[in-house]
């Protein structure tokens, strides 16, 4: 009897993990908008308990150089934002992502930094290649706006074989 609980209770740990994982992704990426307060001459370091000033899913990274708040936000100056979710590959294939941003941006993909566009600068484009497996893929870009003298945006685009270079399109982002 002893063994039968045992393979129950296991039994139902698992139809919860799996419930748990099945979950559908929705569209768009997490962004965690943080109000620094204080000047930045690189990426800051967020402390893992600050709150985030706004939290919001955005469909895309498509936010053009603005010198007033960043779009629909309060955030002007000294502030850093994260987004988090997933990139879905449509084929296997080499991808080249661009970060164009004013100030600082990174991109990472499963862990790994792909580009870094980093430091105080205006709107200016990094690149970076790598090779990806169709299907989802873990993505965080990082961004950070110190002074907004000249204006603040970060844009995403990506270009691969057959497909030609375009913001990443609402379509391909997931949370």
Same mark, same amino acid.
């Given at each position: 009897?002893?063994? !039968?609980?045992?393979? %129950? ?25 943080? #109000? ?6 690189? !990426? ?8 985030? =000033?706004?939290? +919001? ?12 708040? @960043?779009? #629909? ?5 000294? @502030? $850093? ?6 990139? +879905?590959?449509?084929? #296997?294939?080499? /991808?080249?992502? @661009? ?6 941006? +990174? ?6 930094? %792909? ?9 200016? %484009? #990094?690149?970076? =290649? %790598?090779?990806?497996? $169709? ?7 990082? /961004? !950070? ?6 204006? $603040? ?20 982002? @997931?949370?």
């Amino acid at each position: 009897m002893k063994k !039968f609980l045992t393979l %129950v209770c296991a039994l139902g740990l698992l139809n919860l993990h799996l419930s748990i994982a099945a979950e559908p992704l929705a569209p768009g990426l997490t962004g965690e908008y943080f #109000d620094l307060g204080t000047d930045l001459d690189g !990426f800051p370091t967020i402390p893992a308990d600050k709150k985030p =000033t706004l939290k +919001r899913v955005d469909k895309n990274l498509n936010f053009r150089s603005t010198s007033m708040t @960043f779009p #629909d936000t309060k955030l002007q100056s000294h @502030f $850093a934002i994260r987004w988090t979710g997933k990139i +879905r590959i449509p084929k #296997d294939g080499k /991808y080249t992502f @661009f970060l164009e941003s004013d100030d600082g941006s +990174r991109l990472l993909l499963d862990g790994k930094q %792909v580009v870094d566009n980093g430091g105080l600068h205006e709107m200016q %484009v #990094d690149s970076g =290649t %790598v090779e990806l497996k $169709a299907g989802d893929h873990d993505l965080k870009v990082d /961004y !950070f706006e110190n002074e907004n003298d000249g204006g $603040a945006g970060c844009v995403l685009s990506w270009k691969a074989d057959g497909l030609a270079k375009e913001v990443v399109p609402e379509t391909a982002l @997931f949370h």
